[in-house]
């Protein structure tokens, strides 16, 4: 379960950020869900549910949303959008150069709430 280790790693990046801006409470958090991080949104959410336990996100709704996959051909000098499972460019068959981030869970955005709220 790989998505464990993705989220707490999204979990520490709020909790890092949030914490000395007073934010004492997240109550919505985004993430993008890499092409290729084998991920769905269903996982993200347990995971996220699991790993934010006893931390400032605990009970926060997590927003997971599926990214294309896009990536470079070089053989066609072109943007290519291959199948996840193949990687292959649709148009020529050739290798397409996909991004880093495909294969992981980024941090869209989060809200929360300070000491004069709520």
């Given at each position: ?62 927003h997971a949303k599926p990214e294309p996959l896009e ?39 989060y809200e929360g709430e300070g000491p004069e709220e709520?």
């Open positions: 379960m790989h998505e464990l280790g993705l989220m707490e790693r999204i979990v520490a990046l709020i909790v890092r950020d949030a914490t000395p801006r007073g934010i004492r409470r997240v109550t919505d958090v985004s993430v993008a869900l890499g092409a290729v991080s084998h991920v769905t949104p269903e996982a993200a959410r347990s995971a996220f549910e699991i790993v934010s336990a006893g931390t400032i996100c605990q009970g926060a709704r997590l990536g470079w051909c070089p053989r066609c000098r072109a943007t290519r959008r291959p199948d996840p499972g193949d990687l292959s460019c649709p148009r020529c068959g050739g290798a397409v150069e996909v991004p880093e981030g495909a294969s992981g869970i980024r941090l869209l955005s709520g």
